[in-house]
């Protein structure tokens, strides 16, 4: 199984940026994916998460109404839109397998969020 981030960079408050999260390996179609994120000094934390066919979602409360997640399965490919970035929303974001149980983990992806 791998997972592969990108689309992570430096962006003002206010801004826009897209995750993507390659995965291979399994079968991707049959997983449900989930975004994590871990800003410095703080635990992981699920930020959202979709089933396998996206008609199940959910979303940390920080984050509803700016974030959402999507996937491709003929690219075998979930993606993290983020918009209205904010300062908090600094943290390294990971992909990870699966809806509620997660065995599987991509390398994690930098967003700071600063002026």
């Known amino acids: 199984v791998q997972l592969v981030e990108s689309g992570g960079g430096l962006v003002q408050p206010g801004g826009s940026l897209r995750l993507s999260c390659a995965a291979s390996?399994?079968?991707?179609?049959?997983?449900?994916m989930s975004w994590f994120r871990q800003a410095p000094g703080k635990e992981r934390e699920l930020v959202a998460a979709?089933?396998?066919?996206?008609?199940?979602?959910k979303y940390a409360d920080s984050v509803k109404g700016r974030f959402t997640i999507s996937r491709d399965n003929a690219k075998n490919t979930v993606y993290l839109e983020m918009n209205s970035l904010k300062p908090e929303d600094t943290a390294v974001y990971y992909c990870?397998?699966?809806?509620?149980?997660?065995?599987?983990w991509g390398q994690g992806t930098q967003v700071t969020v600063s002026s």
């Open positions: 990870a397998t699966g809806f509620s149980v997660h065995k599987a």
């Open positions: 390996g399994f079968t991707f179609s049959t997983y449900g």
């Open positions: 979709n089933s396998t066919t996206a008609d199940a979602t």
